[in-house]
């Protein structure tokens, strides 16, 4: 009977220490996804930023294309 018990306490302690570990894969998984949701986030907000500079870079270009070289060498 005492060996019964003890083999019972290792499968229990086993099976304990299988949850554990896919409980702990499991939010792994939850936290990498919440991780690349962030980044997409941080990708698109420096995407916008970076279409907001080239619309005024554009508008700059065109202001100093509408200046003729004389206009120019004149300021």
Same mark, same amino acid.
């Given at each position: 009977? @005492?060996?019964?018990?003890?083999?019972?306490?290792?499968?229990?302690? %086993?099976?304990? %220490?299988? %949850?554990?570990?896919?409980?702990?894969?499991? =939010?792994?998984?939850?936290?990498?996804?919440?991780?690349? =949701? +962030?980044?997409?986030?941080?990708?698109? $907000?420096?995407?916008?930023? $970076?279409?907001?500079?080239?619309?005024? +870079? @554009?508008?700059? @270009?065109?202001?100093? @294309? +509408?200046? =003729?070289?004389?206009?120019?060498?004149?300021?």
């Amino acid at each position: 009977m @005492n060996i019964l018990k003890k083999i019972l306490l290792i499968e229990l302690l %086993f099976a304990i %220490f299988l %949850f554990g570990g896919v409980l702990g894969i499991d =939010t792994g998984k939850k936290y990498k996804q919440d991780e690349l =949701t +962030n980044t997409y986030i941080e990708l698109d $907000s420096e995407k916008e930023k $970076s279409y907001q500079l080239q619309l005024e +870079n @554009n508008k700059l @270009n065109a202001i100093l @294309n +509408n200046y =003729t070289i004389e206009e120019r060498q004149g300021e």
